[in-house]
């Protein structure tokens, strides 16, 4: 998938994330005030999701050391599944945060 095809998937309104430009023609995408995408890079379809706190129930997907899924060669189908688990896992963790206040 191009960038600009991640870029599409990653502004889908069901996600609620918020793309920013880190350098020029290089964004991430925040949630809720977390990078859950980065590296994105115009021209290259290289990105990064967010697969710590989903590793920790799931072994579907290789994190890499510092936490994070290569989706290079993921397609449009297994970033949006990817997205959900890693988007609905952050918002447990955060609810169990807040109940612990």
Do not use: C
Not at 71 to 79: P, T
């Amino acid at each position: 998938m191009s960038f600009e095809q991640k870029v599409s998937i990653f502004e889908d309104a069901q996600y609620s994330m918020t793309r920013y430009t880190i350098k020029p023609g290089k964004t991430n995408f925040k949630y809720k005030g977390k990078v859950i995408v980065r590296e994105m890079r115009e021209g290259s379809s290289v990105a990064y999701v967010w697969g710590k706190d989903i590793q920790l129930f799931t072994n579907n997907y290789r994190v890499d050391p510092r936490g994070w899924i290569y989706v290079h060669e993921f397609s449009e189908e297994e970033i949006r599944e990817l997205l959900q688990q890693v988007l609905t896992r952050r918002d447990q963790l955060q609810d169990q945060r807040r109940s612990r206040k």
